[in-house]
Nanobody
Framework: QVQLVESGGGLVQPGGSLRLSCAGYGSPLSRYVMAWFRQTPGKEREFVAAITWSTGNGNYADSVKGRFTISRDNVKNALYLQINNLKPEDTAVYYC????????????WGQGTQVTVSS
């Protein structure tokens, strides 16, 4: 079992940047498929990005391609999301998630970190 703790959210102006972090406790994150999701009030949780841990390659939702970068650190057992050129529509709670390889759905979630983009 793994515990996930996000940090790094905040209030930022449009065009600004943030780096979200997700620390893993209790198990190496390399054992899981790791991803970021986000959710705004009244909407379903939305996939943002996922990473192939062994290669570091990421795949992204179309809405964030070119602006978001997912990465990982084996030593720190952490997952990151670099967010550039933030837009008001990026405002959401961002969640880190882990999926066991044998599972079809993400079964471990962090508590979320709020990102608010506003001038």
């Amino acid at each position: 079992q793994v515990q996930l703790v996000e940090s790094g959210g905040g209030l930022v102006q449009p065009g600004g940047s943030l780096r979200l972090s997700c620390a893993g406790y209790g198990s190496p994150l390399s054992r899981y498929v790791m991803a970021w999701f986000r959710q705004t009030p009244g909407k379903e949780r939305e996939f943002v990005a996922a990473i192939t841990w062994s290669t570091g390659n990421g795949n992204y939702a179309d809405s964030v391609k070119g602006r978001f970068t997912i990465s990982r650190d084996n030593v720190k057992n952490a997952l990151y999301l670099q967010i550039n050129n933030l837009k008001p529509e990026d405002t959401a709670v961002y969640y880190c998630a882990a999926r066991r390889l044998e599972m079809s759905m993400f079964d471990y979630w962090g508590q979320g970190t709020q990102v608010t983009v506003s001038s």
